[in-house]
T-cell receptor, first 114, second 116 residues
């Protein structure tokens, strides 16, 4: 069990560029979550996958954001036409099969939009 | 919708002393789970302790224990024998079990500094 991993750990981009982040959940965890955390605040939920199905999306997830989990394993989060307000830490978490299972977090990807 | 409030933005404690972090929440649900997560500086979020709302007994994990008051919707974290490694942001979180999406709702966090 190697834990949740995220890549890259840091990303600096210019406004208007597209960026993509990757999350690898704990092996055999079928639930995967994306959260966004701005400086000094608690994380906010973005979206949730159960296996490959995206079952829930927050209204924070504008149409510039898209997430996929094509084979029910790793997930990607893409932000198109980045804005300075997108600067944040993007956290991925995974949990096992039950809806009551604890979520385990990855180290996050810190995005800076210049 | 659920809300979680942590009223102490920052706290400090001397090494080996005891400190209590506060958390209140608002929900109309009866079945839910509460968590405390720790986020050390520049490191990832890790679970400290979890409490099932249907359990009256307060959860404990070594030096960490909670005071869960369901009627008052209060969920405080007590850290005994504080250690320098306890320095971190602490987040209280609420979860309603739901197969369609059991997302966590977090409070704003409390920054804890343990002083030598």
């Amino acid at each position: 069990d190697t834990g949740v991993s995220q890549d890259p750990r840091h990303k600096i981009t210019k406004r208007g560029q597209n960026v993509t982040f990757r999350c690898d959940p704990i092996s055999e965890h079928n639930r995967l979550y994306w959260y966004r955390q701005t400086l000094g605040q608690g994380p906010e939920f973005l979206t949730y996958f159960q296996n490959e199905a995206q079952l829930e999306k927050s209204r924070l997830l504008s149409d510039r954001f898209s997430a996929e989990r094509p084979k029910g394993s790793f997930s990607t989060l893409e932000i198109q036409r980045t804005e300075q307000g997108d600067s944040a830490m993007y956290l991925c978490a995974s949990s096992a099969r039950s809806s009551t299972d604890t979520q385990y977090f990855g180290p996050g990807t810190r995005l800076t939009v210049l | 919708a659920q809300t979680v409030t942590q009223s102490q933005p920052e706290m400090s404690v001397q090494e080996a002393e005891t400190v209590t972090l506060s958390c209140t929440y608002d929900t109309s649900e009866n079945n839910y789970y509460l968590f405390w997560y720790k986020q050390p500086p520049s490191r990832q979020m890790i679970l400290v302790i979890r409490q099932e709302a249907y359990k009256q007994q307060n959860a404990t994990e070594n030096r960490f224990s909670v005071n869960f008051q369901k009627a008052a919707k209060s969920f405080s974290l007590k850290i005994s024998d504080s250690q320098l490694g306890d320095t971190a942001m602490y987040f209280c979180a609420f979860m309603k079990p739901d197969n369609a999406g059991n997302m966590l709702t977090f409070g704003g966090g409390t920054r804890l500094m343990v002083k030598p």
